[in-house]
């Protein structure tokens, strides 16, 4: 029996897939309305689901409760199934999601570490200084104990006379680090001599150190033992420390005293310069100046008398064996000047001496400095 047909008052339930059922278009390339509409919602589902972290972004910055949650429960359903690893691809290729939790104290903290850390890289490279020209000289500033008086004499001369210098010499007899009850010269530097900031200083004690020194403790530290040896190293280290620019912009050429003549009653010049020298190897800014060289014979023993480049043998030293001569002032001013070309570009000037004046070009410097060295005194 064939089945009856409805009547038109019979009520069924909705049939969805009416909404899929193929009809006749009025043009081809259309689509039911039906069909738009689930691709609609779908469309607005699928991108809920790849923006969740910006709906939830948006969500707790509104402080919406209930959307939140909602927001937060889609959020995660999406990081479970790593549906939003497409968004986040797309958005890291166009630039986008640089935003970050971090607030803005963080963000200052790793702001000084950056600064800090890029200041301690710094430290560990030797200052770069602008070259010197006529039109702009370097201020260089020589100093120290009575050495220096004749050698920075020597030396304020001829650095004036390359034409790229502005010196300035400053040297106080019988003074040095031992007695800063009698001239202080950590003091000095800090008050009188960085103010006026030179680029470059070369300085140089030890001659008049060799004593005995009170310590912190109004201790004293017999010359040269163990105690006094820890306490001297310390100061060193302190003043070298205190010649540090800020900005990493100055060198000091920290010049070791040279030997002494036999019979003199200063003694230990080496083991200070090897003082001098070990502690330089830590601080860029310091540049430590081997003078031994310079004034002893091939074995590092005293010489009062030694050639210059052009062969021929002057007095090096005055007659206490100890102070320099105006020849042997011109022979270090020569050495330092040509260390100093090392580390800046000096070529504007006339940095070329005389042979009459500058030491034999097999005249180096040490690579290291032994703490005691044979028949010194």
Known sequence: MSPQPKSSGDKSPFNWRSLFASFRPRREG????????????????????????????????????????????????????????????????????????????????????????????????????????????MKIWVGGDSITQTFGTSFQRITQSTGIFTPTLDYHVSTGLSRPDYFNWPEHLVKNVLPANPAILVIMFGANDGQ??????????????????????????????????????????????????????THGMDQLNYIYWSEAQTRPWIQYFDTWPFFSDSNGVFAANLPNADGVVRGMRQKDNVHLSTVGGDRLSWAVIDRIGKLVNLSAGNVTPPPTQGPPPSVVERTEIPPNMPGAE
């Open 212 to 265: 005995n020194m009170v310590d912190a403790n109004n201790k004293v530290l017999e010359r040269y033992s163990e105690p006094w040896m820890t306490e001297y190293r310390r100061r060193v280290a302190a003043t070298m420390d205190l010649l540090k620019s800020p900005d990493n912009q100055r060198i000091t050429i920290w010049c070791g005293p040279p030997p002494m003549g036999p019979g003199t009653k």
């Open 30 to 137: 259309t689509m039911p309305a039906g069909m738009i509409l689930v691709v609609i919602v779908l469309a607005f589902c699928v991108a809920g689901l790849l923006d969740a972290d910006s709906t939830l972004r948006k969500s707790n910055a509104k402080g919406d409760g209930i959307r939140n949650e909602i927001a937060k429960t889609v959020a995660s359903v999406t990081d479970a199934l790593h549906i939003n690893f497409f968004r986040n691809s797309i958005d890291d290729a166009l630039g986008k999601n640089q935003g970050t939790e971090i607030d803005v104290e963080e963000l200052l903290r790793q702001q000084a570490e950056a600064e800090t850390a890029a200041a301690a890289e710094a430290a560990k490279k030797v200052p770069e200084l602008t070259a010197p020209t006529p039109a702009e000289p």
